[in-house]
C-alpha cells in the first residue's frame, strides 16, 4: 500500500522556536509538496520540489525553508516559529507528469 | 489567475440521498485538469475523481460522478446513494496545466457535508 508519512500528528511549539516538520514518501516519487490547511481558505501551497535537492516557492513561502536531501524525504523548516504559523501542515507526493498528488495524515502544529 | 470557488460552506443531507457539491473554477490556460478530495476528520486527503479539460466524458468512479460543463467552468461533484461514512470535507482542486513536471493544484475552501441517519 502506498504511503506518505509524517512525523508527527500533533505538535505544540513555543514562539521562536525551530521547527521541523518531516515528510516521507515510499512511492519513489519525484514530485513533493507541503500545503498549510486553514479553515475557509482550503490547501495553499508552500513549496515543493521536483528533484533531490531542487525547491521551487509555492503561493505562501514567506516565514518557511524546505530541505530535500534524499528523494524520498521532503522537509519544511520554520526558522522561528510565530503563532500566525499555527495551521494544519499537509505533504504530498506524485509522480512527473501525472497530477494526480498522495497526501500525508497531516500534522496539526500549535505555536504558543 | 487562477481560482477555485466553492460557495457552499456546510451541508446537510439525509442518509441514502444523491447530493451535488459546487465548484467553479477560473483560467486562462486551455489544457487543466479538475479534482475532487475528500477529507475525512482524520485528516488524511483521499483523492476520489478526476477529469481532464479535453475528456469528452464525464468522469465516473462508483458512487462519484463529475459533472463538467466546460462552458460554465463548472466541475460539480455528484455522490449518487450518500452513505453515514461520506461525512467529511470536500476539496474541489485544479491543476493549470494538465501536465507538467510538478503540478501543482489549486484547492478551494471546502464544502463541509453531513449526512443524516
Known amino acids: 500500500d502506498v504511503k506518505v508519512t509524517q512525523s508527527s500528528r500533533y505538535l505544540v511549539k513555543r514562539t521562536g522556536e525551530k521547527v521541523f516538520l518531516e515528510c516521507v514518501q515510499d512511492?519513489?516519487?519525484?514530485?513533493m509538496f507541503w500545503y498549510r490547511q486553514d479553515p475557509g481558505l482550503g490547501l495553499r501551497l508552500i513549496y515543493f520540489?521536483?528533484?533531490?535537492?531542487?525547491?521551487e516557492k509555492g503561493d505562501i513561502p514567506e516565514g518557511y525553508s524546505v530541505s530535500r536531501e534524499k528523494k524520498e524525504r521532503f522537509s519544511l523548516i520554520l526558522e522561528s516559529a510565530s503563532t500566525n504559523q499555527t495551521s494544519m501542515y499537509l505533504c504530498?507526493?506524485?509522480?512527473?507528469?501525472?497530477?494526480?498528488?498522495?497526501f500525508g495524515p497531516g500534522t496539526r502544529l500549535t505555536v504558543l | 489567475a487562477q481560482k477555485i470557488t466553492q460557495t457552499q460552506p456546510g451541508m446537510f443531507v439525509q442518509e441514502k440521498e444523491a447530493v451535488t457539491l459546487d465548484c467553479t473554477y477560473d483560467?486562462?490556460?486551455?489544457?487543466?485538469?479538475l479534482f475532487w478530495y475528500k477529507q475525512p476528520s482524520s485528516g488524511e486527503m483521499i483523492f476520489l475523481i478526476y477529469?481532464?479539460?479535453?475528456?469528452?466524458q464525464n468522469a465516473t468512479e462508483g458512487r462519484y460522478s463529475l459533472n463538467f460543463q466546460k462552458a460554465r467552468k463548472s466541475a460539480n461533484l455528484v455522490i449518487s446513494a450518500s452513505q453515514l461514512g461520506d461525512s467529511a470535507m470536500y476539496f474541489c482542486?485544479?491543476?493549470?496545466?494538465?501536465?507538467?513536471?510538478?503540478?501543482?493544484?489549486?484547492f478551494g475552501s471546502g464544502t463541509r457535508l453531513s449526512i443524516r441517519p
Open positions: 504530498a507526493s506524485s509522480r512527473p507528469l501525472e497530477d494526480e498528488q498522495f
Open positions: 512511492m519513489d516519487h519525484e514530485n
Open positions: 520540489s521536483y528533484d533531490v535537492k531542487m525547491k
Open positions: 483560467t486562462s490556460d486551455p489544457s487543466y485538469g
Open positions: 477529469q481532464g479539460s479535453y475528456d469528452q
Open positions: 482542486a485544479m491543476t493549470p496545466t494538465g501536465y507538467s513536471s510538478a503540478s501543482k493544484i489549486i
